[in-house]
């Protein structure tokens, strides 16, 4: 995942957050599975058209779905471009695979409200679960990036060594056993010789 799709996701967010604010709880949460269910419908037929369109002309659409508030900003946050002369919400091949994950927000979302309908102990509960989720996603995020950035290093150290001169070896004796090395001798220094 990276910092592309992270900023996606809170956008997605921070507009499902608005429906959920100035929405009726129970109508938004029919709205919001229908939307789960058109979305999943995208990520199990990706490449027919016919699930990749959202006709805004559809008795049900229009009545359960587009009749929530912010709903066409929750459209184009996860994608979709405004078709006007066919009337429907189009996502285009570009942003497919940015839907994927907004589809798993989209379920925490409708486990939320759901929580939130039941009692406030169970949306209490959900809120710390989905806290802790997205803390999670952020920290595998963070370290992934780190070790992308890690491995981006050694590859430039890599080349980088590649083209540096090669270090000049003194030569020395080949010895049978052990290193290969230079003794006194070798170099000139008698060390039985008395100095003066």
């Given at each position: 995942?990276d910092s592309?799709?992270?900023?996606?996701?809170?956008?997605?967010n921070?507009?499902?957050?608005?429906m959920l604010?100035?929405?009726?709880p129970?109508?938004?949460?029919e709205a919001?599975?229908l939307?789960?269910?058109?979305f999943d419908?995208?990520?199990?037929n990706?490449?027919e058209?016919?699930?990749?369109?959202?006709?805004t002309?559809?008795?049900k659409l229009?009545q359960?779905l587009?009749?929530?508030q912010?709903?066409?900003d929750v459209l184009?946050?996860?994608g979709?471009?405004?078709d006007?002369?066919n009337e429907?919400?189009v996502?285009?091949?570009?942003?497919?695979?940015s839907?994927?994950?907004?589809?798993g927000?989209?379920k925490?979302?409708i486990?939320?409200l759901?929580?939130?309908?039941?009692?406030?102990e169970?949306?209490?509960?959900?809120?710390?679960?989905?806290?802790?989720?997205?803390e999670?996603?952020r920290?595998?995020?963070e370290?992934?990036?780190?070790?992308?950035n890690?491995?981006?290093?050694f590859?430039?150290?890599k080349?980088?060594?590649k083209?540096m001169?090669?270090?000049k070896?003194?030569?020395?004796?080949q010895?049978?056993?052990g290193?290969?090395?230079?003794?006194f001798?070798d170099?000139g220094v008698d060390?039985?010789?008395?100095?003066?």
């Amino acid at each position: 995942m990276d910092s592309k799709q992270l900023y996606l996701e809170d956008h997605f967010n921070e507009q499902i957050n608005k429906m959920l604010e100035e929405n009726h709880p129970t109508q938004l949460l029919e709205a919001l599975n229908l939307l789960h269910k058109l979305f999943d419908n995208i990520a199990k037929n990706p490449t027919e058209q016919k699930f990749r369109s959202i006709k805004t002309t559809n008795a049900k659409l229009k009545q359960s779905l587009f009749s929530q508030q912010h709903i066409e900003d929750v459209l184009k946050a996860a994608g979709f471009t405004y078709d006007a002369i066919n009337e429907c919400w189009v996502l285009p091949d570009q942003n497919l695979f940015s839907l994927l994950p907004l589809i798993g927000e989209l379920k925490m979302a409708i486990d939320l409200l759901q929580a939130n309908l039941e009692s406030p102990e169970s949306y209490e509960k959900q809120l710390e679960l989905q806290k802790r989720q997205r803390e999670l996603k952020r920290s595998q995020h963070e370290k992934q990036e780190k070790e992308d950035n890690l491995k981006k290093q050694f590859d430039y150290d890599k080349q980088e060594r590649k083209h540096m001169d090669k270090a000049k070896d003194s030569i020395a004796q080949q010895r049978q056993y052990g290193c290969n090395s230079k003794t006194f001798k070798d170099i000139g220094v008698d060390l039985n010789a008395k100095r003066g």
